[in-house]
């Protein structure tokens, strides 16, 4: 049994492009997610809770959860300002290395009115640069990649740091405006 959790740890650490014992974190095999909420003073881990095709759930003790698509923030819920979904199909060719011109992403909300509202940005891919960025205890190369979006009301500006497997090992993406930025970093069991 042990020798199947240290393989399925080895595994994980080799699609993060961590590789090396030093990033395992224990005997879990299971990842976890690091989320910084700082506009709301929050900050915890989250495990997945579910997978529905390319969308990835996580969920945190307190039950908020961070729904990504191909490391695309595409919905909240339990932190108040929720972003309801989105259309981020812009923003997932951005982090898979296209998106060069100018496109839409809509984001859906819902006001205390339970009532449905959006916002539409246009956004693109502004920059990419191959970087060494921390993951854990170590240096690991990665692209961060930034997208900047704009509307008549505000202009705001995501960036996902991914491997080489294509994985986002860290972000920082806009969710609303009570919430602000969402923080998140991959740790690698």
Known sequence: MVATILGAC???TSLAGLGGSEVVIGTATRDSLQVSVPVLGAQGFATEAARIGS???WRTADNATFSFDQGVIVSTRGLGDDLMGADATQSIAAVNGGALA??????GYMNGEYQSFFMTFQCRRSDTQSVQTPVGNRLVTATR????CINDERQIENTYWRNSNGLVLK?????SPGVGYVETERVIR
């Not at 990649?145 to 900047?148: D, K, N, Q, S």
């Open 55 to 57: 969308v990835v759930t």
């Open 145 to 148: 990649i930034t997208e900047a």
């Open 102 to 107: 100018w496109a839409p992403r809509i984001n």
């Open 10 to 12: 080895s595994q994980l």
């Open 171 to 175: 972000s920082r993406q806009w969710v």
